[in-house]
C-alpha cells in the first residue's frame, strides 16, 4: 500500500466490524514541528488488553479465512519507516483509537494519496455507520462530516450520482484550500 | 469549493424524481476490500462500479465492500449475487469493471474472461 489513504481504508474496515456508529478519522500536518498524524478513533465494542497485545502481531488475525492479519501491522510499518511512532488505546464497549505519528518531512513518509476515494466507499458501508473526517493543515482545518450531509440529503442516498460527485469533489477541494494558503 | 447549498440543489433535483429503487431483490456487487483485496487495488475497482452504476441510473444495484474470503493471491475478487446466482470474478481491474457491468450486469451473460473457475476449479 503505497497510499495512507489506503491505510485508513484498511484499519476503518475493523471499526466497521466492531459494530461502531461513528469513526472519527483525524489528520493533523503540523509543518513547525514536522509531524503527520492520523487517528482513527471509533466507538465500537473495543479490546481487551490480551487481544490489543496481539493486534499489531501479523500471524494474528480474528478472521477465519486466512491465518495472518497485515492491516494493523502494516500501517505500523509504514508509520516506523518514517521515523514516526504507532500507538493503539483500546477499552472494551467503548472504542479503539489507532495513532500514528509520522515525520512529515521523512522521504519514507508515504502521500496521502486519493482520501475522497476512500471516504466514498467507507459511507456506502452496510451498517449506515457516520463518518467524521478532520484535516488540519497548521492549525487550518477542514471537515467533512456525514452526520452533517445526511441531514442535508434528508433520505436522498449517497449512491446518486451528483451525491457522489459532490463529495468527493467537496473532500478534494476542501483539502486543496487548506493547503494551498501555506 | 463546493458548497453545501450545492449538495441542497442535488437533493432537490434527485426529490423531483420518482424514486424507483427497489430494496433488496435486485443485484447485489460485493468488492472484497480487507487488506489483501485493497494491496491488489480494490479501491479503484469499487470506486468504478460506484460511479458506472450511479452514472447508468441501475437503481436496484447495490454496491458493497466486503471482507476476504481466503483467496487473497487473486484479489480484487467482485461478487455478483442476483436471487441464488452466485458469480465470483478475480483479478478484476478498472477495465473489468466496465465489461462486468455492460455484459452481465446489464446484458445478463457472465464475462467468463475473469470468473474464478479460470484460476481455480
Known amino acids: 500500500m503505497n497510499e495512507l489513504s489506503l491505510h485508513i481504508l484498511d484499519i476503518v474496515q475493523n471499526s466497521i466490524k466492531a459494530n461502531s456508529t461513528l469513526v472519527k478519522i483525524i489528520i493533523n500536518e503540523d509543518h513547525q514541528n514536522d509531524l503527520y498524524t492520523i487517528s482513527i478513533i471509533d466507538n465500537g465494542y473495543g479490546m481487551d488488553s490480551k487481544t490489543l497485545s496481539e493486534v499489531a502481531d501479523p500471524f494474528f488475525t480474528t478472521r477465519t479465512t486466512r491465518k495472518v492479519g497485515m492491516g494493523v501491522s502494516l500501517f505500523k510499518m509504514a508509520c516506523e519507516m518514517a521515523d514516526g511512532f504507532f500507538s493503539i488505546e483500546s477499552e472494551v464497549n467503548v472504542g479503539t483509537k489507532v495513532c500514528s505519528t509520522f515525520k512529515n518531512s521523512h522521504i519514507d513518509r508515504a502521500p496521502l494519496g486519493d482520501i475522497e476515494d476512500t471516504i466514498s466507499?467507507?459511507?456506502?458501508?452496510?451498517?449506515?455507520?457516520?463518518?467524521?473526517?478532520?484535516?488540519v493543515v497548521n492549525g487550518k482545518k477542514f471537515v467533512f462530516d456525514t452526520v452533517e450531509i445526511k441531514q442535508v440529503l434528508d433520505g436522498i442516498p449517497f449512491t446518486n450520482y451528483d451525491v457522489i460527485m459532490w463529495i468527493k469533489s467537496n473532500i478534494k477541494d476542501g483539502i486543496d484550500t487548506i493547503q494551498e494558503e501555506e | 469549493?463546493?458548497?453545501?447549498?450545492?449538495?441542497?440543489?442535488?437533493?432537490?433535483?434527485?426529490?423531483?424524481?420518482?424514486?424507483?429503487?427497489?430494496?433488496?431483490?435486485?443485484?447485489?456487487?460485493?468488492?472484497?476490500?480487507?487488506?489483501?483485496?485493497?494491496?491488489?487495488?480494490?479501491?479503484?475497482?469499487?470506486?468504478?462500479?460506484?460511479?458506472?452504476?450511479?452514472?447508468?441510473?441501475?437503481?436496484?444495484?447495490?454496491?458493497?465492500?466486503?471482507?476476504?474470503?481466503?483467496?487473497?493471491?487473486?484479489?480484487?475478487?467482485?461478487?455478483?449475487?442476483?436471487?441464488?446466482?452466485r458469480t465470483t470474478y478475480c483479478k478484476v481491474d478498472v477495465e473489468a469493471v466496465e465489461r462486468i457491468i455492460t455484459e452481465h450486469i446489464q446484458g445478463g451473460k457472465p464475462v467468463k474472461d475473469y470468473v474464478i473457475g479460470k484460476y481455480r476449479l
Open chain 1, 121 to 135: 466507499i467507507l459511507i456506502l458501508n452496510d451498517k449506515n455507520i457516520d463518518i467524521y473526517y478532520e484535516h
Open chain 2, 1 to 85: 469549493m463546493k458548497s453545501l447549498d450545492d449538495l441542497k440543489k442535488i437533493r432537490e433535483a434527485a426529490q423531483q424524481k420518482v424514486s424507483m429503487r427497489g430494496t433488496n431483490n435486485g443485484m447485489r456487487v460485493l468488492v472484497g476490500m480487507a487488506t489483501c483485496g485493497i494491496s491488489a487495488g480494490a479501491r479503484p475497482v469499487m470506486n468504478k462500479f460506484v460511479e458506472e452504476i450511479a452514472k447508468r441510473s441501475l437503481d436496484n444495484v447495490t454496491v458493497t465492500p466486503v471482507g476476504c474470503i481466503g483467496e487473497c493471491a487473486i484479489e480484487p475478487i467482485v461478487e455478483i449475487l442476483e436471487g441464488d446466482n
